[in-house]
Each structure stands twice: as C-alpha cells, then as structure tokens.
C-alpha cells in the first residue's frame, strides 16, 4: 500500500510539470482569477510563472527539489518545502529569479530530513481542513488565500480585503491540531508590491 502512495505521489509532482498539467493548473487559476486583485491576466501570468519555475527545478535535478512547492500571486513567488542541503536551497532560488516575471521571492525552504509519506497526508489534512474552514466562515473571500503546510507550519500568501478578515484566518489556522505556527505573507488589497527577496 505505501509503494503504491509513494508511486501516485510521485506520478502527480511529474505531472504537474508536463505540459498538459501546467494547462490544467492554468485553466484552473484562470477560473478563480475574478475573485483576486490581479484579475484573469494575472493569474494565467501567474501560472506561467509557476510552469517556468517547475520547468526550471526539472531540468536542473527532478530529485533535489522533488519536495518543494511554489505559490505565485501576482509575480511573488513563495517558495516551500524541504531539501538535504544549503546548497540546494541557494539553487533553488537563483533559478527562480531567473524565471521572467518574478517580482518577489520568499524563500521558506528548509534544510531537513522529509518527514515521509506520513508527514505529506498530515500536512494535506491540516491544508484541506484550513480550506474548508475559510470557505465557510463568513466575512472570508477564500478564493483570494493560498495555503501551504509544510512540516506543521502553515504559510498564508494572498490578497486580504482587510486585517479582520486576515486576522480571522490566522485564528482558524491556530485552532486546527498539528499545526506549530502560521506565517502570513498576505498583502492588504491595493498595496503595492516591492521588488525584494525574503529570506529565512
């Protein structure tokens, strides 16, 4: 059972690279674009951006950045997940900077051990979970919210109609079990982008 999980896990990272899966991705960020700041144009740049970045990891080495995951939003780019060296990690960055149209980069990349096939459906559980909480609560425009786990840590990246209403999703990310800390990277609607690398 678990090599079978391990097989559809891995069948569905390569398929996200190939060209019919950055089509689907595209299409499927198109379909939710009228609801974010950046309007449809901005989301099919968007998954262009995250195609070219995928494109990118590929050709260099499908292994070393097997386990990350990008979020783009209006050309910031939030990167997540884990690699076995600094090395990798400075790699991984520099050949997101060079995908045109990246604007911003949040490296939250972390030099770990993966925490293996238990770790993935307990991440996906608690992102799953925050998603249909924020669905359904009130005074919330999900559509607009990102979400990544990674390890327990749950990163926020968007555009929020206010502080309330981004207050309300840290506190629903708070309240669910497993999760060690929320990071928001979550702009105000209407405020502006700086050119600028985050690095932690």
């Known amino acids: 059972m678990k090599t079978v999980l391990i097989a559809l896990l891995g069948f569905s990272l390569l398929s996200a690279c190939t060209p019919l899966g950055m089509a689907t991705g595209a299409a499927a960020t198109a379909g939710t674009a009228a609801s ?15 195609g070219s970045i995928n494109e990118a990891w590929f050709r260099y080495n499908v292994d070393t950045f097997a386990k990350l995951s990008t979020t783009v939003n209006q050309g910031r780019v939030l990167l997540t997940g884990v690699v076995q060296n600094p090395e990798d ?3 991984a960055v520099r050949l997101v900077w060079q995908v045109k149209g990246v604007k911003q980069v949040i ?21 799953t979970r ?7 609560e009130k ?13 327990g840590v749950v990163y ?3 555009v929020s109609m206010s502080e309330g209403e981004l207050n309300k999703v840290m506190s ?14 979550v702009k105000m609607v209407g405020e502006p982008i700086t050119p600028t690398t985050v690095t932690q």
């Not at 629903?172 to 990277?185: E, G």
């Open 36 to 50: 974010k700041e950046g309007g449809i144009g901005g989301a099919i740049t968007d998954a262009s951006i995250k």
């Open 89 to 91: 990690r400075v790699e």
């Open 107 to 127: 490296n939250e990349i972390r030099v770990a051990d993966s925490e293996g096939v238990s770790g993935f459906v307990r991440d996906n559980w608690i992102t």
């Open 130 to 136: 925050l998603r249909t909480a924020m669905t359904f």
């Open 139 to 151: 005074g919330i425009q999900s559509l607009n919210y990102s979400i990544d786990t990674v390890q």
């Open 156 to 158: 926020l990246m968007g």
């Open 172 to 185: 629903l990310a708070r309240t669910i079990p497993n999760v060690k800390q929320v990071v928001s990277y």
